[in-house]
């Protein structure tokens, strides 16, 4: 069993930054592909990017690329998410999830998830 444990939401304003982590248990963390997903209220949950085992391959949809960066240390099983130049649309739930393969884009299926981090950005 994985358990995912996000951190580092909060509140910040538009135009700020933040940086989500997640630590991962377990020893296989290394050789699988992870991602971020977030689901504001009322909507459905949605894919915000993701990472192969290596870091060699990263996946964003349009609504973030440029802004957010998504990186792992599999040395301390952990995989953040780095969210610059914030706007109120990005407010979320934001939520971590390992995936069965080595590589990820926004039509594969994670078979684990986090508990979630709430991230507000202000306008």
């Known amino acids: 069993q994985v358990q995912l444990v996000e951190s580092g939401g909060g509140l910040v304003q538009a135009g700020g930054s933040l940086r989500l982590s997640c630590a991962a248990s377990?020893?296989?963390?290394?050789?699988?592909?992870m991602g971020w997903f977030r689901q504001a209220p009322g909507k459905e949950r949605e894919f915000v990017a993701a990472?192969?085992?290596?870091?060699?391959?990263?996946s964003y949809p349009d609504s973030v690329k440029g802004r957010f960066t998504i990186s792992r240390d599999n040395a301390k099983n952990t995989v953040y998410l780095q969210m610059n130049s914030l706007k109120p649309e990005d407010t979320a739930v934001y939520y971590c999830?390992?995936?069965?393969?080595?590589?990820?884009?926004?039509?594969?299926?994670?078979?684990?998830w986090g508990q979630g981090t709430q991230v507000t950005v202000s306008s």
């Open positions: 999830a390992k995936y069965p393969t080595t590589v990820a884009f926004s039509g594969s299926s994670p078979n684990y």
């Open positions: 377990g020893r296989t963390f290394s050789l699988y592909a």
């Open positions: 990472i192969s085992s290596s870091s060699s391959t990263t």
